[in-house]
């Protein structure tokens, strides 16, 4: 079973750690120690992350199962204006995938999103990525691929996926 609360400034760093560590697992195959290294930089560093939290609008929720922190989400409601609502971020520690989590907060950001009169969910995915496929199982369909220019010569290869809530 797992509890959800939404995450405090000063809690970031909770989250940080768990990007050091879960970061690895998902990406070590796909992305080189470089660009992997480089984009927890820019996604995870505390600056980032504050500013993700007061400036742009996202919302962190920490995940523990039996009082440990294993993952977190964030997610962000009428995303460029629209009634969209934006999961960033949905990671779970190793130890505690295919437990049926994901399904949970994929429910949860449903909910939220629903309640918030929003028409769809959507998010980005590493095409390489197997969590493609578990969003596919969920009822996301790709909308488009996109190759997103992070810097440093580095891109981002990306599916856009979409959920519709109505
Ligand atoms: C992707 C992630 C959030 C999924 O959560 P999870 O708890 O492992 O998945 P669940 O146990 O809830 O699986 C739900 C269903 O999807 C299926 N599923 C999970 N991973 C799958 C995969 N790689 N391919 C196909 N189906 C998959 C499960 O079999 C399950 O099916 P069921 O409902 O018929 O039993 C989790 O594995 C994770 O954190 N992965 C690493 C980080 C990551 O890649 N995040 C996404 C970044 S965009």
Redesign the pocket.
């Known amino acids: 079973m797992i509890s959800l609360r939404k995450a405090t400034i000063k809690e970031l760093p909770i989250i940080q750690s768990l990007a050091k560590e879960?970061?690895p697992?998902?990406?070590g195959q796909i992305l080189s120690k470089t660009q992997l290294e480089y984009m927890l930089d820019m996604m995870y560093s505390l600056a980032s992350l504050k500013k993700q939290l007061s400036e742009l609008n996202h919302v962190f929720i920490i995940v523990s199962e039996a009082g440990k922190d294993i993952?977190y989400l964030s997610y962000e409601l009428n995303v460029k204006n629209e009634s969209i609502t934006k999961?960033h971020?949905?990671?779970?520690?190793?130890s505690?995938?295919?437990?049926?989590?994901?399904?949970?907060?994929?429910a949860y950001a449903k909910k939220i999103a629903i309640e918030n009169k929003q028409r769809a969910l959507t998010?980005?995915?590493?095409k390489y990525?197997?969590?493609?496929?578990?969003?596919?199982?969920?009822g996301f369909v790709l909308v488009k691929n996109e190759d997103i220019d992070i810097g440093q010569g580095f891109l981002m290869e990306d599916a856009v996926l979409s959920l519709s809530l109505a």
């Not at 971020?89 to 190793?94: A, D, F, Q």
């Not at 295919?98 to 994929?106: A, C, D, P, S």
């Not at 990525?129 to 199982?137: I, M, P, R, S, T």
């Open positions: 879960i970061w697992a998902t990406f993952g999961i971020k949905i990671y779970l520690h190793p505690t995938q295919g437990k049926g989590y994901g399904k949970e907060l994929i998010l980005n995915v590493n990525n197997k969590a493609y496929n578990f969003y596919l199982k969920q």
